[in-house]
């Protein structure tokens, strides 16, 4: 079989895997990972936005395949870039608990946003207000000119 023509298989194998997945057909999702090789972490079209099995099993709101995608492998954490989420967060989204406990057992964690992440590395005051007193000064100074 030719590059191309076994790319084109693993596709149509991908493709199946995810048509399971959205059918929330567990043994067949199974059979395609473990018979097949299909990677539980294979995305589907554009790489910038498409989503994971993951995401679309916690988007369905599928705890038993969910789990089973995590037994095969697949990244609990996953972040779907378009949307910058990843499976905790489509839970938390969701307002679906079962899956936030699930997901949360299995050692889970939501993206933190932008605010908490700017929170982290906010420098300590003292520093802060140096900063800030060298930047008023350095202004100030720029409106000096020579002979001024």
């Known amino acids: 079989m030719s590059r191309g023509a076994a790319s084109e298989a693993s596709r149509a194998e991908a493709f199946r895997f995810f ?6 057909d567990v043994a067949r999702a ?3 990972v473990v018979e097949r090789g299909v990677d539980p ?7 910038d936005i498409a989503s994971a099995a993951i995401h679309v099993a916690v988007d369905i709101g599928s705890v038993n395949m969910m789990r089973l995608l995590v037994e095969l492998g697949a990244d609990l ?3 779907r870039e378009v949307a910058a ?3 905790m967060d489509i839970a938390l989204r969701r307002n679906n608990q079962e899956m936030v406990a699930a997901l949360h ?6 993206t933190p946003t932008l605010a908490e992440i700017m929170a982290e590395h906010r420098p300590p005051a003292p520093l802060a207000q140096n900063l800030w007193q060298s930047a008023i000064a ?6 000096r000119g020579v002979g001024g």
């Open 19 to 24: 048509q399971a997945v959205e059918g929330d």
């Open 30 to 32: 199974r059979q395609l």
């Open 41 to 47: 972490n294979v995305r589907i079209g554009n790489p």
């Open 77 to 79: 954490n996953a972040v």
């Open 85 to 87: 989420e990843n499976p």
């Open 105 to 110: 057992e299995l050692g889970a964690v939501r």
């Open 138 to 143: 350095h202004k100030g100074s720029e409106g």
